[in-house]
Every structure is written in C-alpha cells, then in structure tokens.
C-alpha cells in the first residue's frame, strides 16, 4: 500500500513530470546531436579523401615538371660546357677525323682565359698572406669605479 501511495504522489508532483520531460528531451537532442555530428564525419571523410587524391594529383604534376625542367637545365649547361671548351653548344665531342674547328680558340686566346679564370679564382678565394696572419695588438681595458649611489 505504502508503494500506492508514493506512485499517487508522483503522479500528482507536476515538478516530476517537468523533469521527466525534460530528461526526455535531453535524449532526443543527445541524439539529433549525434546524428548530425556522425554526418558531418562522413563528409569531413569524404572531403579530405578528395584533398589527399587532388594533392598527390598535383604533386606528380609539379614532379614532371620538374623533372623536365632538370633535363632543360642539363642540355643548357652541357652546351654552355661546350661553347666554354670551344666546341659547338648543339654538339658533343668532335669526330677526330674532323680537324680543328674554325671558331676554336687559339693558344694565345687559351692563356688569356686561364689567366682571367685563375686571377677571378684568387679575388673570389681572397687568398691569405703573411701579413693576415699577425696577431692583432691586445687593447687594455680600464676598470672605473664608481662611488656607492647615496
């Protein structure tokens, strides 16, 4: 009888029953809430899965061009090599069958080279000498005291 009684009561306590709604509506935004997040998840997902292939899409892009642009930055050294050592930029080693080239530089035009090319290398090195070596003069340095602030 005593269980009657209570459930009487809290049937008749509307405080109760506010709070039962309550809690009631809590579980439904709980889960509305979830669903929405498991939702955003997904799409997050999705999205980065299409970042990830875009990316990896342009880093082999960049790659090729790169690797293009190597091959570019090559042929142009090798030529300039050649037009440096007198030989044509568009071509390798001459045949030994070919003779001398018309446009190769003379001895004289050799030495001047050399001269330039160890004179730049000297400037750019700025090659030490005895004198650089001496140790410089120790300077004394004065210790001044002063009086105790007041």
Known sequence: ???DGWRKRDEDN???????????DLRKLHDVFHSELTATAEELSKAMGVYAQRSEAALASMMEKVSARGVELEASAAARLNQFRGLPANGGLPDV???????????????RIVTAAERAV??????ETDGDRKPQPIRQITLVKSEPAA
Request: no cysteine; net charge negative.
């Open 1 to 3: 009888m005593l269980s």
């Open 14 to 24: 509307p405080m109760q029953d506010l709070l039962q709604d309550y809690a009631s």
């Open 97 to 111: 069958d070919d003779g001398p080239l018309a446009d190769s530089p003379t001895n004289a035009d050799r030495e």
């Open 122 to 127: 000297a400037d750019g090195l700025h090659v």
